[in-house]
């Protein structure tokens, strides 16, 4: 099945870390994915789309923007896989993947046309985006209003005496037999272990805490103070390093 993610179809064989090595000894190179689809835009503007409306990739678009750019020293192979990564995973572009709509080349000519099974394909996985995106959303508000809330509001409440009663006629009196509740018991969460610096590397998987439980990310971007992760979802997000743990 060709889907909307096809249309990177990269070199397998290209090794990542050689490339990252070399992204960061050329200054010249643009400093991030949204640069670099900034770029696109300006150089490719029939094809790609920073705002509004876009229009479906052809499959193998990636081998047409390394030829293309080849003696370009603004964008490295590492940055276009980064940057067609985010921008086929966006919900505008999931939206635009339509049955009988056709994908584009770098000059905007209209080539194959999208399929039910694509649509459905690229359907399913907005929504699921979508979902992760408000679970996300929901988990932060709670964490939010935890934070927020002065200790003071919490009410004491006061231990109710045990009921007693009485035995014959000799007024002695019998304690009732307190009734207990189990308490309810705490799931703990597993321990995290801290992600090294010689680990932090643009394409690595790893855990980026969020909310109330760790989601599993990818390194898109590595910063002194933070770091640029992409979510399973294909949400794009820029965290602290302490919020990141080995996967």
Known sequence: MTTSTEALNTDQ?????????????????LANVKEVLAY???????????????KPLKVG?????????????????TQLRQALRVYTSSWRYL??????????????EAGELID?????????????????AA??????????????????DKRAYKKKPNKTTN???????????????????????????????EQLKVGAGVLVKLGQSPMPATVLEVHKDDVTVQLSSGMVVKTRRDSLYQA
């Open 135 to 152: 679970e996300l959303r929901k988990a932060r508000l709670a964490e939010q209003k935890a934070k927020a809330k002065p200790a003071s």
């Open 13 to 29: 064989n290209t090794a990542p870390a050689q490339e990252a090595s070399a992204n960061e000894s050329d200054v010249s190179k």
């Open 40 to 54: 696109l835009a300006q150089q490719f503007p029939l094809c790609f789309s920073v705002k509004g409306q876009v």
């Open 167 to 197: 035995a014959g006629s000799n007024g002695t009196k019998l304690s009732s037999k307190a009734v207990t509740k189990a308490a309810a018991p705490v799931v703990k969460e597993a321990a995290l272990s801290s992600i090294a610096n």
């Open 61 to 77: 678009i990636f081998q047409d923007l390394a030829a293309k750019l080849e003696q370009e020293s603004l964008v490295s192979k």
């Open 116 to 132: 039910q099974q694509q649509a459905d394909h690229a359907l399913n996985t907005l929504t699921e985006s979508k979902n992760k």
């Open 95 to 108: 939206e635009a993947i339509q049955p009988g709509v056709a994908r584009v080349d770098l000059t905007g």
